[in-house]
């Protein structure tokens, strides 16, 4: 599943189109009706965590890569996209992804201060919609869209180790500087996580996700499922303490 930097990258990938107008548009399985996508321009390209934003003068596309999600510019596969739009001067092509035509003003559908990559970020309101949750884990806040807008398991496994924080550990016990630094270190991992995709060396860097061996200790790294989730995560039992 893309995580918040890739969204980002799609974003910027994307600014060619921006004041384009549609000439025509598909939708391989009936979700989104695109007759009202013709003749329409687009306003801008937004993000909001893991959801790519499609504006319009007066309504927005969703659209949500979920797991297998993939996109095409100005290129596309033997297979249907699930949307697919044409300009005069190429075209877009997502497949397997999840639509949402949203009629509300953005503003009162995201809360722009979750989202870890955007610059309106607040550590505050996380800490206090983590500290409403006494029986939230680690691996979980980090999960929750609504407090880490953006944040996939990669980052939390990789967050989660570079702080030495068990993931089962319970965010009501530990210490609050604690909580701020897996906070900062989301947000600084998160921007590490563009550059490594952009540079083509994400994988290599890897310090705990999908790994085998804790590169501090040099004993084996467990893999198991944790959380309200069952998402995999993998982590050194010797230096992630386990707050409980």
Not at 28 to 50: A, E, P, V
Not at 117 to 144: H, N, Q, V
Not at 163 to 174: D, G
Not at 224 to 240: L, N, P, V
């Amino acid at each position: 599943m893309p995580e918040g930097p890739s969204i980002l990258i799609l974003k910027e990938k994307v600014q060619q189109f921006k004041g384009d107008k549609v000439i025509a548009a598909s939708c391989n399985n009936g979700t989104l009706d695109t007759d009202i996508l013709t003749g329409q321009t687009i306003i801008d390209f937004k993000s909001w965590g893991k959801h790519f934003l499609i504006c319009f003068p007066k309504f927005t596309i969703r659209i949500h890569m979920m797991m297998f999600g993939t996109y095409r510019i100005n290129q596309h596969t033997e297979k249907p996209p699930r949307l697919h739009l044409q300009f005069e001067d190429g075209e877009l092509n997502f497949y397997a992804c999840l639509l949402q035509l949203i009629n509300e003003p953005l503003d009162a559908v995201y809360d722009w201060q979750a989202d870890i990559m955007s610059g309106e970020w607040d550590t505050k309101k996380a800490i206090k919609k983590m500290k409403a949750m006494p029986e939230l884990l680690a691996c979980d806040a980090l999960m929750d869209q609504q407090i880490f807008s953006g944040v996939g398991n990669i980052i939390k496994n990789e967050v989660l180790f570079r702080t030495r924080i068990h993931p089962e550990s319970l965010i009501s016990a530990m210490p609050l500087k604690k909580v701020k630094e897996m906070i900062n270190e989301a947000i600084k991992y998160s921007f590490e996580f563009l550059e490594q995709k952009k540079a083509g060396s994400l994988k290599k860097n890897w310090q705990a996700y999908h790994k085998k061996e804790c590169p501090r200790n040099h004993i084996p790294i467990i893999e198991k499922d944790t959380g309200r989730s069952h998402r995999a995560s993998f982590y050194c039992e010797k230096c992630q303490v386990r707050y409980e």
